[in-house]
């Protein structure tokens, strides 16, 4: 999930100075700090639980061949960015709510599975958000 949540942390951060939609530059706030928050709980939880042995590993998706969501965003225009940012983001947040759901069926301990619940919940609710905001398409 960290890696998942820190390419999350490097779209909203790409610029979100740039974000036109009020609503939709309150909700990249929202995503940097809730995101930064779970990062470090999960950090702290790693590091407790000391080296690794490979045996707690999951396959979980990769973006594969998709191009770099934060070039994307740096290279799209001022009018269309909100459309590019939304377009990114909303595939983003489906996949971590889709890993949250995978590492509640098997995570063992009470603490991950209230995290993976919640990061499930927030993550639905904040597509559903965007999907509410007028934003317009990018334009070619």
Do not use: F, K, N
């Given at each position: 999930?960290?890696?998942?949540?820190?390419?999350?942390?490097?779209?909203?951060?790409?610029?979100?100075?740039?974000?036109?939609?009020p609503r939709l530059?309150?909700?990249?706030?929202?995503?940097?700090?809730?995101?930064?928050?779970?990062?470090?709980?999960?950090?702290?939880?790693?590091?407790?639980?000391?080296?690794?042995?490979?045996?707690?590993r999951h396959a979980?998706?990769?973006?594969?061949?998709?191009?770099?969501?934060?070039?994307?965003?740096?290279?799209?225009?001022?009018?269309?960015?909100?459309?590019?940012?939304?377009?990114?983001?909303?595939?983003?947040?489906?996949?971590?709510?889709?890993?949250?759901?995978?590492?509640?069926?098997?995570?063992?301990?009470?603490a991950v599975r209230?995290?993976?619940?919640?990061?499930?919940?927030?993550?639905?609710?904040?597509?559903?958000?965007?999907?509410?905001?007028?934003?317009?398409?990018?334009?070619?």
């Amino acid at each position: 999930m960290t890696a998942h949540q820190e390419r999350t942390l490097a779209i909203v951060r790409a610029a979100p100075q740039r974000v036109r939609e009020p609503r939709l530059r309150t909700l990249v706030a929202a995503i940097d700090a809730t995101e930064t928050d779970e990062v470090a709980q999960a950090r702290r939880w790693i590091s407790a639980a000391g080296p690794d042995t490979g045996s707690h590993r999951h396959a979980h998706p990769d973006p594969g061949d998709t191009p770099d969501p934060v070039a994307l965003l740096r290279g799209t225009p001022e009018a269309g960015y909100d459309a590019a940012l939304v377009a990114v983001l909303v595939p983003q947040q489906r996949q971590a709510a889709a890993l949250a759901r995978a590492h509640l069926a098997v995570a063992v301990a009470p603490a991950v599975r209230d995290l993976a619940r919640r990061i499930d919940e927030s993550r639905t609710a904040q597509i559903r958000l965007i999907a509410a905001l007028p934003v317009a398409p990018p334009t070619p």
